[in-house]
């Protein structure tokens, strides 16, 4: 089952804050997240699992509310270097497959 | 640069050719990925190796066949390839074929059918 990803596209200026949300109807295992910049590999960026706790490093982290099988991933004070596709993968087990969202594209301007 | 390595970067083939992609890793990972990615569109799994055995394979139609020939070696066959097949292919490989382990994919290989 694909994961719902909000919104679609955000548009930051330098500096900025952004919330991406991953959501799932079904209970996670694990939720996935990576970053594609147009013509380039996606790259992982965090996994977190169920139980987990949030997780992060400066200014990405992330965190999994097991409640409301959402995940948000928190880009503080955006750098033109984190433009790009940011998509969600989820797990429903631990032994399953990675499942996808539709993606938010991120675009930071100067 | 990455360290899942793809070859070619681009391939243009006609329906009737028959071609291989091939992708390398040395970070001794146990498990390995092929996905589809259509424009704009998130990475489609399509099968997994682990330990060089086929472990999934999302019914994808059989002029695709995978081969893992060793455990840093994957291989995609391609035979009488339909239009609607033209996409980016990428190769991902984790450690283990398990939750804690984040997948490193390739930078793909741009496939077009004539």
């Known amino acids: 089952q694909q994961p719902v990803q909000s919104p679609q596209a955000v548009i930051l200026r330098e500096g900025e804050d952004a919330v991406i949300n991953c959501s799932s109807s079904k209970a996670l295992y694990s939720v996935h997240w990576y970053r594609q910049k147009h013509g380039e590999a996606p790259v992982f960026l965090m996994i977190?699992?169920?139980?987990?706790e949030q997780k992060g490093h400066e200014k990405i982290s992330a965190s999994f509310n097991e409640k409301k099988q959402q995940s948000s991933l928190y880009l503080t004070a955006s750098q033109l270097s984190y433009s790009g596709t940011y998509f969600c993968?989820?797990?429903?087990?631990?032994?399953?497959?990675?499942?996808f969202g539709k993606g938010t594209m991120l675009l930071v301007s100067p | 640069d990455t360290e899942v390595t793809q070859t070619p970067k681009h391939l243009v083939m006609g329906m009737t050719n028959k071609k291989s992609l091939k992708c390398e890793q040395h970070m001794g990972h146990r498990a390995m990925y092929w996905y589809k990615q259509k424009a704009k569109k998130p990475p489609e799994l399509m099968f997994v190796?682990?330990?060089?055995?086929?472990?999934i394979n999302e019914s994808v139609p059989s002029r695709f066949s995978p081969e893992c020939p060793n455990s840093s070696l994957l291989n995609l066959h391609l035979h009488a390839l339909q239009p609607e097949d033209s996409a980016l292919y990428l190769c991902a490989s984790s450690l283990y074929r398990d939750s804690n382990q984040p997948q490193h994919f390739g930078d793909g290989t741009r496939l077009s059918i004539l």
């Open positions: 190796y682990s330990y060089e055995k086929l472990s």
């Open positions: 977190l699992l169920k139980g987990g």
């Open positions: 993968g989820t797990e429903l087990s631990g032994y399953s497959t990675l499942t």
